[in-house]
C-alpha cells in the first residue's frame, strides 16, 4: 500500500474508534495501547521529515510566540507527552482480534506502521540535512498539517476510553508489577497536559486555507486485476497494456511469458467469434509473433524484472479459455479484439523500449558465450529482424482491427471508472472533520514552518511598503 492508502486507513480506523460505544475489552487493553503507540511513532517520523509544520516553540518564548505559533505549540505538546515504548511490538501485527473493538485497534496499528514504513521507504530511516531543508519538500504541505492535527486529536479524544479501561482491569492503582500502572499514569498525564487545547489551535490554522491534496510520496502502481466477469475483463485487457507502458526493464523471459499467455487467449478468442475474417485476423495475429518469441530465447537481460503484467496476462487467458468449455458468449472473444489494438501497441512500444538494454550472444571463445548489448545487433539477421520488425509490424493493423471489431456486437457501456489508482483516498483531515468538529477562524501563513508572529510581521512589513510607495506615488 501507499503512504496516502494507508494514512487514510489510519484516519477511517480513529473516525469508527471515535464512534464506537462499546468499552476496550480487557483482553485488547495490551492491542489498544499498542495501535496509539504506533500512531504517535508515525506522527514521529512525519513531524522530523518536515510534515508537521513548526518543530516547536521555544522553552523560554514569550506569552506572544506561543500564541503566534499553534503549530508550533501542538508539535511540543506532542513531544512531552508519555509514551509506552514497549506497546509498539511488531508481534501485535499477527493478533487475533475477540472483538470488534480490538480487530479496529489492529487494523490501527497495522496501517500506522505502514504508513509509517512508506515514509521511511521515501525519505530514508534517518533524515539528513538535505532532506529537512528542503523549502517545498513532498511533506512540506499544509494538508499534511491538517492530516496529523487531526490523528493527534482523536488520540487524545481515544484515550479517554482506555482510560476507563486500565480502571476496569484493575490498571489504575499502584501494585507489585509497576508497568501496569505505567500505561494508567501516561494516559492521565497526557490527558492533563492540555495537548487537545493545543491540537484545536493546528487544526484550526492549517483548515483558514485551501488544503488540496499534495503529490503522492511515491507514484501509484498499476495493480493486476482479477478477471472473473465480462466487465473485468475490459478492465484486464485496459491493465495489461497500462502495465506494459508502465514498467520498464521487463527480461526477455517475462516478455515470451507474455507473449504466451497472450497468444492462447487470443487463439481461444478466435475459436469463440462467429465471424470468419475476425477469427481470421486473430489467428494470424497469434502465428505472427512466433518469429519474435525465437528471437527472444536468444536473448538474456540484467534487470530485475516486474511480474505484474504476466500476472495480468494469465488472468486474461484463464477467463478467456474458460469460456470455451462455458457458455462460449461471443462477446468475450470479441472483447479480446477489440483490445488487441492497444495491447499490440503497448507490447510494441515496451519491446522498443527495453531491447537495448538486453544481451545477445554475439560470439565464442574457449567454448563460452561472449555476452554484448542486443543495440548493437551482434546476433543472427533472423534474430535482429524479429526483434526490429516485428514489435512494429503488431501496431500497423490498429485502425483496422478497431473498426472491424466495431462492426461486431455494439460494445456496451463501462460501468469501470478508470483504474483504482485514480480513485480519490479520504484523508484524515475530512474523515475527522465530524468527530473532532472545530471551525477555522485565523489567516494562516504561506508555509507551515512560519509562525502567526511571521505572517503578521512579515504582513505588516508588505502593508508598510504599500504605504511608503503610495506616499512617492
Not at 497469434?286 to 516486474?306: K, V
Not at 472483447?335 to 512500444?349: D, K, W, Y
Amino acid at each position: 500500500m501507499s503512504y496516502e492508502e494507508s494514512v487514510s486507513e489510519v484516519g477511517r480506523h480513529l473516525a469508527l474508534l471515535l464512534a464506537e460505544s462499546d468499552a476496550v475489552p480487557a483482553t485488547e487493553v495490551d492491542n489498544a495501547l499498542g495501535g496509539r503507540e504506533s500512531v504517535l511513532r508515525l506522527l514521529d517520523t512525519l513531524a522530523e521529515r518536515g510534515g508537521l509544520g513548526h518543530s516547536g516553540v521555544a522553552v523560554n518564548a514569550t506569552p506572544e510566540q506561543v500564541a503566534g505559533d499553534p503549530v508550533g505549540l501542538m508539535n511540543s505538546a506532542r513531544r512531552r507527552m508519555g509514551r509506552l515504548p514497549d506497546a509498539d511490538s511488531h508481534a501485535r501485527l499477527a493478533a487475533e482480534p475477540t472483538s470488534r473493538v480490538g480487530a479496529l485497534w489492529l487494523g490501527l496499528h497495522r496501517h500506522a506502521v505502514a504508513a509509517r514504513e512508506q515514509i521511511i521507504g521515501t525519505t530514508g530511516e534517518t533524515p539528513t540535512p538535505k532532506v529537512t531543508g528542503l523549502r517545498d519538500g513532498p511533506l512540506k504541505h499544509w494538508s499534511h498539517v491538517a492530516d496529523g492535527a487531526a490523528i493527534l486529536g482523536a488520540v487524545v479524544e481515544l484515550d479517554r476510553p482506555l482510560i476507563e479501561a486500565l480502571r476496569a482491569d484493575g490498571r489504575a492503582g499502584t501494585t507489585r508489577d509497576g508497568s501496569r500502572t505505567e500505561a494508567y499514569k501516561v494516559l492521565l498525564d497526557t490527558h492533563s497536559a492540555g495537548v487537545g487545547l493545543a491540537v484545536a489551535g493546528a487544526r484550526t490554522l492549517a483548515a483558514a486555507g485551501p488544503l488540496p491534496d499534495p503529490e503522492p510520496l511515491r507514484p501509484a502502481r498499476i495493480r493486476p486485476a482479477a478477471v472473473r466477469t465480462r466487465k473485468s475483463q475490459r478492465e484486464g485487457h485496459r491493465r495489461l497494456a497500462a502495465l506494459l507502458r508502465e514498467i520498464q526493464g521487463l527480461r526477455p523471459e517475462e516478455y515470451r511469458a507474455i507473449l504466451a499467455h497472450h497468444v492462447a487467449t487470443v487463439v481461444a478468442a478466435a475459436e469463440l467469434v462467429t465471424n470468419p475474417v475476425h477469427a481470421k485476423i486473430l489467428s494470424e495475429h497469434a502465428a505472427g509473433l512466433e518469429p519474435l518469441d525465437r528471437a527472444l530465447s536468444r536473448t538474456a537481460s540484467l534487470e530485475p524484472g516486474d511480474g505484474r503484467a504476466f500476472a495480468q496476462a494469465q488472468e486474461l487467458t484463464r477467463f478467456v479459455s474458460a469460456e470455451l468449455t462455458g457458455a462460449r458468449l461471443e462477446d468475450v472473444g470479441l472483447t479480446v479484439l477489440r483490445a488487441l489494438p492497444e495491447t499490440s501497441r503497448s507490447l510494441a512500444q515496451a519491446l522498443e523500449r527495453d531491447r537495448p538494454t538486453w544481451l545477445v550472444a554475439g560470439a565464442t571463445e574457449a567454448d563460452k558465450y561472449l555476452w554484448v548489448r542486443a543495440d548493437v545487433m551482434a546476433c543472427r539477421q533472423a534474430d535482429a529482424d524479429a526483434l526490429i520488425t516485428a514489435p512494429k509490424a503488431m501496431a500497423v493493423p490498429a485502425s483496422e482491427l478497431t473498426m472491424l471489431a466495431m462492426a461486431g456486437a455494439p460494445v456496451p457501456p463501462d460501468p469501470i471508472p478508470g483504474y483504482l489508482a485514480d480513485a480519490r483516498l479520504i484523508p484524515p483531515r475530512e474523515t475527522l472533520a465530524g468527530p473532532l468538529g472545530g471551525a477555522p477562524t485565523l489567516e494562516r501563513p504561506v508555509q507551515p514552518g512560519l509562525t502567526l508572529t511571521d505572517h503578521v510581521h512579515a504582513a505588516k512589513s508588505k502593508a508598510a511598503a504599500r504605504g511608503a510607495d503610495a506616499e512617492r506615488g
